[in-house]
């Protein structure tokens, strides 16, 4: 399916429409509808069980989204947090430099100097994507951050946390008092950063305010965290520097031991395959579709030692595209607001010597994810569009339909009403044919439906029995319908690691 074909569904289904819309929309902004802000908070909530609820030493916290003016350059981000822009000189357009090369350098421009991005330019003749004109501009540096005066006076300023990582580093020192005192230390946020794009695209890939979940993990460098155990022969689909270099730009289904064996450290390994299992048995993306592309060292963010950033291939966007990332950010953070701030940001060791801890990070792009989901699982069969969402991430996880409404619609509300108190995301429908609600219930990706009929009433209102109906089969049944949330119950569970915390 197409980006367009694709964004045009989920807006009319009410996932997500261009905010500000009657106004002709805000580029870069989006607004999420209930279906979108639904599916969100599911993703949200099973990233956080799969991650955060690894260790009963990790913590969600939910911190400010604006920061003083000293913490943004102390992190770095003053100075480093830019994109190279290329302006064109006939229609006044600014795009990414990303943008103007990706036909004659999918892997981007990260790494490159302005001038052999200049020189990616001249020799390809690129010409400029919104005029045509050749007139492009020498590519300079542009910082992303929002600032925003600050203070009764308007004198002071603060920015918007361009990523939700430096609330963690800010919380550390509280959190060690909070805590035990003990590494490794985890501190999760899920919530907002905001970038201001050159050239937001792509819908949810380029976004000027958009929600990421991150999770730091600190920890002593002697002592670093996750084993491989069981799963030292998992496959994982990798894409290494050096193949690349070597021109070889295919994935390698790479043993996780294996990757260990050519110098990656094994913690950072298992943190890899944990995130390749949420991708695959969290959000059902095959295993095919995805790939961690290796970082080299001018390639990556200025704050890692060691950068995969996992990628999935999306039909709707032309290729792959990144949804998350494991960074190895050694103690630079640390070091940097220590400094900034003239905190000792050190811990004891129970040896008592003091150790400034490193740091794990586990990022993941929520509403690019939320994109990949629709990518991935939305089906054209026939006639029939179906949404197959996995059935705990679905926003409606189960429909309930009279047949007859003017018979049966206090049945039918009471059952809705009962599963909506046990947690089931139940919705009552009674307009138009069962077939059109099937067919709307199929689209919005719901799991089960459910139909009230006459044999529901005559058996009397504690034995009514109803026909449920499996999304993906199209298979009916009749349950009883004082079984039916029990019977929902197993489906609609976030799946959890199911191995113990390699601590």
């Known amino acids: 399916m197409k980006s367009d074909e694709l964004y045009a569904l989920l807006r009319r289904r009410g996932v997500l429409w261009p905010s500000a819309e009657i106004y002709g929309g805000a580029q870069g902004l989006y607004d999420y509808g209930p279906l979108g802000a639904a599916l969100k908070r599911r993703v949200e909530d099973a990233w956080t069980a799969w991650f955060v609820g690894r260790s009963p030493d990790y913590y969600r916290i939910e911190p400010a989204e604006l920061v003083p003016e000293a913490v943004v350059r102390a992190s770095g981000h003053l100075e480093n947090f830019t994109d190279p822009e290329i302006s064109c000189e006939a229609c006044h357009a600014v795009f990414r430099a990303e943008t103007v090369v990706e036909k004659v350098r999918p892997e981007g421009v990260d790494g490159l100097a302005p001038n052999q991005i200049e020189e990616v330019v001249r020799a390809n003749h690129l010409k400029c994507p919104n005029c045509g004109s050749t007139a492009l501009a020498v590519p300079r540096a542009f910082n992303l951050m929002f600032d925003v005066p600050f203070g009764v006076q308007r004198s002071e300023r603060a920015y918007l946390l361009p990523e939700t990582a430096q609330a963690s580093y800010l919380a550390f020192a509280r959190m060690w008092e909070v805590g035990r005192k003990a590494l490794p230390l985890g501190i999760a946020v899920v919530g907002r950063a905001y970038r ?251 799991p089960f439906c459910v139909t009230v009929d006459g044999p529901s009433l005559a058996d009397g209102p504690d034995r009514g029995t109803v026909t449920l109906r499996q999304r993906d089969s199209k298979a009916q049944e009749r349950v009883p319908a004082a079984e039916l949330a029990a019977r929902l119950a197993p489906s609609l569970r976030f799946p959890r690691p199911t191995m113990p915390p390699p601590l």
């Open 196 to 446: 201001n794009e050159i050239a937001p695209r792509q819908v949810l890939f380029r976004m000027r305010s958009f929600t990421q979940a991150e999770l730091q993990i600190f920890f002593d460098p002697a002592d670093p965290p996750g084993r491989l155990g069981a799963y030292a022969e998992e496959k994982v689909p990798v894409l290494r520097v050096d193949r690349r270099e070597k021109g070889e730009g295919s994935t390698a289904f790479v043993p996780a031991r294996e990757l260990v064996a050519s110098g990656l450290p094994e913690f950072y390994v298992d943190h890899l395959v944990h995130l390749l299992r949420f991708l695959r048995e969290v959000l059902g993306f095959p295993t095919e579709r995805i790939r961690f592309f290796e970082k080299s060292d001018k390639e990556r963010a200025f704050y890692n030692r060691i950068q995969f950033d996992a990628e999935v291939h999306l039909e709707s966007l032309g290729g792959y595209k990144e949804v998350g990332a494991v960074h190895y950010r050694g103690d630079y953070d640390l070091r940097r607001h220590g400094d900034g701030s003239g905190k000792d940001l050190s811990v004891a060791r129970p040896s008592g010597e003091r150790v400034v801890p490193h740091v794990l990070e586990l990022t993941f792009g929520v509403d690019r994810n939320l994109w990949a989901l629709a990518d991935v699982h939305l089906a054209h069969e026939g006639e029939r569009t179906v949404w197959k969402l996995p059935p705990y991430l679905a926003p409606v996880q189960a429909g309930v339909f009279p047949l007859i409404p003017k018979e049966q619609r206090p049945f039918a509300e009471r059952l809705t009403a009962d599963l909506l108190a046990v947690g089931v995301a139940a919705a009552y429908d009674e307009a138009s044919s069962i077939g059109k609600r099937y067919a709307r219930m199929d689209e919005a990706g719901t």
